[in-house]
């Protein structure tokens, strides 16, 4: 697969600030990948990544939200839509030669069913790519930082129970808890590290709620900017300065965030 250039300034054009920066990282880490054709994204949503990323349609979009999907067909990335859970994917087995999962598994209460059905569905020899939260990623929040700081343990340990509830992430895992996840559902890791540091999960915990109107917005009308081309030339100076935070932030010794790229023999 090929993909599209000026990615940060794409997706800042087209999703909050927040969104925008943490995705844009991700991006950047599967460009480095060699992803081949037929493509399945579990939990597609909106179908944004896909299309700021991928230069060319990919093949399946799999989600369990209606409206997520009438706007990624919207969008044009995909070949195909199917309205179903990640546990439970109408196709046969060994159908796709490159999986991905981007910031999904997290939000699925019962994780090993969705990894099971992946491996169902991937051709030997292909690839399963995901991204999800590290252990350190509530931690890395301006209130718990802070709470931390301050020596109140115990306060910001309730914090990080809320803070999960809120975004509803069930699983958020060292880097090892997620790689042996993956070889119980028979996967073998090929590649496995954490990725957003501290300095970028805050700033992006900071900017979250400014992306408020963001969301109203996205209720209303489906997607995130009303204007994306305006949008596009007003962030242009943030988008320079940005580009300057974000360097580097693909990897990082304890990220926020972990991936992972496994295989099925």
């Not at 067909?73 to 087995?93: K, M, Q, T, V």
């Not at 999962?101 to 690839?127: F, Q």
């Not at 301006?142 to 340990?157: D, F, N, P, W």
């Not at 997607?223 to 974000?246: C, D, G, Q, S």
Request: with cysteine; aromatic share 14%; glycine share 6%.
């Amino acid at each position: 697969m090929k993909f599209n250039d000026n990615i940060l300034l794409n997706y800042m054009s087209l999703a909050p600030l927040a969104l925008a920066f943490e995705r844009t990282l991700e991006c950047r880490i599967y460009t480095q990948q060699k992803i081949d054709l037929p493509i399945l994204d579990i939990g597609c949503g909106d179908g944004l990544f896909a299309k700021v990323l991928f230069s060319e349609k990919i093949d399946t979009g799999i989600d369990p939200n209606l409206s997520e999907l009438e706007r990624a067909r919207n969008l044009g990335g995909y070949n195909e839509f199917i309205l179903c859970n990640g546990d439970a994917i109408p196709r046969p087995s060994e159908s796709y030669k490159s999986i991905f999962s981007n910031s999904v598994l997290e939000h699925i209460p019962d994780l090993t069913p969705v990894l099971k059905e992946a491996y169902r569905l991937l051709m030997p020899g292909g690839r399963l790519f995901f991204t999800v939260p590290s252990d350190s990623f509530n931690h890395y929040t301006v209130i718990s930082q802070l709470l931390t700081a301050l020596g109140l343990i115990r306060v910001a340990g309730k914090f990080k129970s809320f803070y999960n509830k809120f975004w509803k992430h069930y699983h958020y895992y060292s880097l090892e808890n997620w790689c042996n996840l993956a070889t119980q559902a028979g996967f073998i890791v090929v590649e496995a590290y954490t990725y957003d540091p501290r300095r970028i999960c805050m700033l992006n915990d900071f900017l979250v709620p400014f992306s408020i109107p963001a969301f109203i917005i996205k209720r209303m009308t489906n997607k995130w900017v009303l204007f994306p081309y305006l949008r596009k030339i007003i962030m242009y100076p943030i988008f320079l300065l940005a580009k300057r935070i974000l360097a580097g932030g693909e990897k990082a010794d304890q990220g926020g965030l972990v991936f992972l790229a496994l295989t099925k023999e």
